[in-house]
């Protein structure tokens, strides 16, 4: 039921910068509502990286940044790390029927 | 860095009613944030489920909502959350969360529980 797409996948070799989009619409981050991003490594809990477009979590190297552009998010992982490997996620607000939290279809990040 | 602990069974029949409690290590009233839970079928993506916020409202997801109830437990320092007729399309890990009522995302996540439904 995801409303937000992301590619499956992307990769990238240390040290180097990758770019997951995520694509919305008019009802979500077209509409104007912040897109936050997760990481979940195997087997763990998801883990809040950026708020509100821009901002970083408590922690979180400033070799994550995120972006927002009309209807498209973006997170950027530069200086790529073996510790980075997992799965990202979007999520923005919903103002359609559909739900109100929707999350992106997800991208599997893999260091080369 | 508030802690959440999600409780509960781990298999569950076809067509009974799902229940899991979420305990916090803070609950102080704050009505920045809302507690909610979140759900992740095995090999899937993120599927939000409802949200609890401090005034007493709660919201939940459409294709859930004729059968999801997020309460408050009488302790005041758990919720928990009530699925009824469940079927094998609601097995997953299920994460109890805290968010931001404002920027509205999720700050906290509880480690989840898988629960299984079968006969």
């Known amino acids: ?112 | 860095q508030v802690q959440l602990q999600e409780s509960g069974p781990g298999v569950v029949k076809p067509s009974e009613t799902l229940s899991l409690k979420c305990t916090a290590s803070d609950y102080s009233v704050n009505f920045d944030y809302y507690w909610g839970w979140i759900r992740q079928s095995p090999g899937k993506g993120l599927e939000w489920i409802g949200n609890l916020y401090h005034n007493g409202g709660s919201d939940y997801n459409p294709s859930l909502k004729s059968r999801v109830t997020i309460s408050l437990e009488t302790s005041k320092t758990q919720f928990s959350l009530k699925l009824t007729s469940v079927t094998a399309a609601d097995t997953a890990v299920y994460y109890c969360v805290r968010g931001d009522a404002d920027f509205a995302c999720v700050v906290h996540w509880g480690l989840g529980t898988l629960v299984r439904v079968s006969s």
Not at chain 1, 36 to 55: D, E, M
Request: neutral net charge.
């Open chain 1, 1 to 112: 039921q995801s409303v937000l797409t992301q590619p499956p996948s992307v990769s990238g070799a240390p040290g180097q910068r990758v770019t997951i989009p995520c694509a919305g619409t008019s009802s979500n981050i077209g509409a104007g509502y912040d897109v936050h991003w997760y990481q979940q490594r195997p087997g763990t809990a998801p883990k809040l990286i950026i708020f509100g477009n821009v901002n970083r979590a408590s922690g979180v190297p400033d070799r994550f940044s995120g972006s927002k552009s009309g209807t498209s998010g973006s997170l950027a992982i530069s200086g790529l790390q073996a510790e980075d490997e997992a799965d990202y996620y979007c999520q923005s607000y919903d103002n359609s029927l559909s739900a109100f939290y929707v999350f992106g279809t997800g991208t599997k990040v893999t260091v080369l």
